[in-house]
DNA sequence: CTCAACTAGGTTTTT
DNA sequence: CCTAGTTGAG
């Protein structure tokens, strides 16, 4: 391979801000204009030729699937397999933290909280105020929370700033006791995992300094939706300091004004807007090239996005042909809608232009609600899909309840995990019982989960209930014993079967059992995944995988089906054909964004995102009635749809007499019919499992003496010293282990 | 304590 | 329309 091969594929603005190596680095890179490209070939530059370390690189998107993709591109350029910290903000504080929990106070194992979580322990501090939830929502809470995290105002400080009206002093109370029970519960929630990292840095100057170091060369993609926290943890990395005392900025952002669509979330457009006031000295490079879209498509985007007041001036040009026009369907409602985007997948999946190839499709919407209507459209035409979003795959109540058995066993301080679980499977124990254990814990300043090893509480019970819990409490203890010991999936297993979850749903012969089982083994299949990728991952690293995993991560490109998903979901990638439905006023852009000026400008920036998703093709549709939750409403065509240069459009209508005919007339699928479940693998799974827990219950039936010799499927041979309950400790021949009977792989000699 | 039946209230976007 | 939460009968 030649020495600089990758560069001659650069354009020269490319090429230049991948050379541009030192100081402050700001790249504008429109939409398509090949951005990821400059930035993987920048640190292949980096290392290649500037002699850097990859040890001493960190790039930070916000995504998985982008970091995945930087990832796998930077490797194709310099050809071997590099362990270079290519992370989303999330994961990098995240590993960070993992190393240094304990300076702020937290155990290693700290758990990491979704927004289910969260609602969870903000509606038991309600329940404890006795705040209405009907009045405030729990939800209405976390907002606040969040944007207060986002802003560094901690519960003392909201209550010091606020807390003059009743509302206030209601909001830092449940603030403050929402920071009281995480910390307890070893917990943190996504915020907190920026939050903490700058405090982490701030507070311990040796800590910050050893991250400064070791991070020379700092990029940063989609720099446009950084909020206030992300920027300070960059600045703080990049503010380091040379031997001569010079500060050295070697920090490289790459973003677009124009697709700034978190302002919601905090993001603040104003730190890509004045980066170069905030870093002296900034140089400016600005990508206008697009390689993605025909000339007709980035016309429209363009007459859309120039609504907009207060953008950096740029200009997106192309080489591409003008390519068609712009099609527009103004349905009669959304099932019409629906059906019109079906037929016309068919159209073009029939044609010689896409072939049979799914892929090349995606439907893209302002809300989740709106899938449905296209699943069924779909489905009833046998096209194959996938949706991405909506409930995502871990918020499911079963595979929810599983992963609260294992954070519980790794986390036993995590009350949140063990309440979800501790009747399910239906142990017998409700409210009464609860509060009881609550009251305990709460006089004892302990975790739920260390009363239930205290037999004397446990004994107060009935003997059903007692027997209930001292099981459970064993299980959870045992696997805590052997968490390392063994294979992840073996664990999962282990939990699935031993704690009854598996039977209960066997023997409820419902289909939605059914369903969940098969749910459970697809899961397992995550976990084997995994496991292959890594064998040796243990519980805590898997749990941290998963922990900050979104939906948009499971999209699997290989699978040929159309991509179902929301227009935010889909910054970042490309499609042949895209489908925007629900250009209507209320919807897109939603009825929010009225209520403030940005408002409608950050849903307009959301519109040009989707616009310049597409590379061929581009469909707009509305419905002229909409039936949302219930009700049916006439609507009126997106302000948006108004905006776009007419000329580029083909009309409303075009196709509304010829296809209604189409009406019923289904694609033989011979090669749409792509299984979405392989029902007989995950039957197999099943049964796996099954065998497996027979298996262990047996081993579980064995009984150890002291003194009895043993042999350990690892370890070897070894004696026992000591048994007590579940746990057996064994003296091996240069080492002593505690094991847990009837999950470590023992036998009696 | 569990389950079934009913009611009331809620829909933007995500790491 | 859907889900989560409540209530009343076993």
């Keep these: 391979m030649g020495r600089t091969d990758y560069l001659d594929k650069l354009n020269d603005k490319q090429r230049e801000a991948a050379m541009c190596t030192e100081g402050p680095l700001l790249i504008l890179a429109g939409a398509g204009s090949g951005k990821t490209s400059t930035m993987t070939c920048r640190i292949a530059y980096l290392i290649r030729e500037m002699d850097v370390h990859p040890y001493n690189i960190l790039a930070v998107t916000f995504t998985n699937k982008a970091a995945k993709e930087m990832r796998d591109r930077v490797q194709k350029l310099i050809g071997e397999g590099v362990n270079m910290w290519i992370l989303t903000f999330h994961s990098a504080c995240l590993r960070i933290l993992r190393r240094h929990a304990e300076v702020l106070g937290y155990g290693r194992d700290f758990a990491v909280y979704d927004p289910t979580d969260q609602k969870t322990v903000v509606k038991n501090i309600c329940k404890e105020l006795n705040i209405d939830t009907k009045k ?62 700058v405090e982490l840095f701030e507070q311990d100057e040796e800590i910050l300094l050893m991250y400064q170091n070791r991070f020379r060369y700092i990029m940063v993609d989609e720099y446009q939706d950084t909020n206030m926290i992300q920027y300070t943890f960059l600045r703080l990395l990049a503010d380091a300091r040379d031997g001569d005392g010079n500060v050295r900025r070697n920090l490289c952002v790459v973003g677009d004004d124009d697709q700034c669509i978190y302002q919601w979330r905090g993001a603040d457009i104003r730190n890509i807007l004045e980066f170069e006031k905030d870093f002296p000295g900034a140089k400016t490079v600005k990508l ?32 591409a042909e003008d390519g068609n026009k712009i099609i527009y369907y103004n349905a009669d409602d959304e099932k019409d809608e629906a059906r019109f985007i079906a037929s016309e997948i068919n159209r073009l999946a029939g044609a010689d232009e896409a072939g049979e190839d799914y892929r090349q499709f995606a439907i893209l919407y302002r809300t989740n609600a709106q899938s449905r209507t296209f699943e069924e459209a779909l489905s009833t035409r046998d096209i194959p899909y996938r949706v991405l979003g909506g409930l995502r795959y871990y918020d499911r109540k079963e595979i929810k309840d599983m992963m609260c058995y294992m954070r519980l066993v790794q986390n036993r301080a995590d009350d949140l995990a063990l309440v979800r679980i501790i009747n399910e499977p239906k142990r017998g124990i409700g409210g009464k019982t609860l509060e009881k254990l609550r009251t305990l814990a709460q006089v004892r300043g302990s975790s739920l989960f260390d009363v239930l090893l205290d037999d004397e509480v ?188 007419q000329k580029l459009m083909d009309g409303d209508g075009i196709y509304e007499k010829k296809d209604r005919k189409t009406e019923g007339v289904f694609r033989d699928g011979a090669s749409a019919g792509t299984p979405f479940k392989p029902f007989d693998q995950l039957k197999y799974a099943q049964a796996q499992t099954k065998q497996k827990a027979e298996a262990m219950a047996k081993a579980a039936g064995q009984s150890f003496q002291v003194g009895d010799r043993v042999a350990h499927a690892k370890f070897g041979e070894g004696r026992v010293l000591e048994v007590s309950g579940q746990v057996i400790r064994i003296e091996f021949k240069d080492q002593v282990r505690k094991l847990a009977l009837g999950i470590a792989p023992l036998e009696k000699l």
């Excluded at 090239?289 to 040009?317: M, P």
């Design 136 to 197: 405030f929502t729990p939800s209405y809470f976390l907002g606040i929370i969040s944007h207060c995290k986002e802003q560094r105002i901690s519960a003392k400080d909201y209550n010091n700033i606020f807390g003059t009206d009743f509302k206030e002093q209601m909001v830092g109370q449940v603030y403050g006791q929402y920071e009281k029970i995480l910390k307890k519960n070893n917990a943190m929630d996504f915020d907190d995992l920026l939050l903490k990292t």
């Design 288 to 319: 206008e090239q697009n390689y993605r879209s025909t000339a007709n498509i980035l016309a429209a985007a363009h007459s859309v996005i120039s609504h907009n007041r207060g953008r950096k001036a740029k200009k997106l040009w192309t080489d």
């Design 458 to 645: 446990i004994a107060s019970f009935s003997s059903k209930v007692s027997e209930n819990l001292r099981n459970l409490a064993g299980l959870i203890e045992s696997y805590g014993i052997e968490r390392d010991n063994m294979k992840l999936s073996d664990l999962y297993d282990g939990l699935l079967v031993n704690s009854g979850y598996m039977k209960a749903l066997e023997d409820q012969h419902t289909v939605e059992a059914e369903s969940r089982l098969e749910n459970l083994m697809e899961f397992k299949t995550v976990i084997a995944g995994y496991e292959k990728e890594d064998p040796n991952m243990n519980l805590a690293e898997f749990m941290e995988r998963i922990a900050l995993l979104a939906d948009v991560d499971n999209h699997d490109a290989e699978e040929n089906a159309v991509t179902l998903m929301t227009l935010h979901s889909a910054k970042g990638l490309e499609f042949p054909y895209v489908f925007m439905p629900g250009m209507e006023d209320g919807l897109f852009p939603g009825w929010r964004a009225f209520d403030r000026e940005d408002g409608l400008e950050e849903e307009r920036r959301l519109c040009y995102v989707g616009i310049t998703r597409a590379k061929k093709r581009l469909w707009l549709t509305s419905a002229r009635t909409r039936t949302l939750y219930g009700r049916t409403d006439y609507t009126r065509e997106s302000v948006f749809l108004r905006e776009l240069d």
